[in-house]
């Protein structure tokens, strides 16, 4: 499934972005700031 989501940074965000991942789901993170961009790339 293709996910778009928001607040993928915060504490919530992030472990459910993992998950989502883990379990196979397309995922687009719509972020404020390239800072955290590498961050989700690396994992």
């Known amino acids: 499934m ?3 989501t928001t607040g ?6 992030t472990h459910l972005t ?3 991942v883990e ?3 397309e995922i687009t ?3 404020r700031t390239k800072k955290r961009e590498n ?3 690396k994992k």
Do not use: E, P, S
């Not at 993928?8 to 965000?13: K, L, N, S």
């Open 2 to 4: 293709k996910i778009f």
């Open 39 to 41: 961050y989700y790339r």
């Open 8 to 13: 993928a940074t915060g504490f919530i965000g």
């Open 23 to 25: 379990k196979g789901h």
């Open 29 to 31: 993170i719509l972020l």
């Open 18 to 20: 993992y998950r989502l």
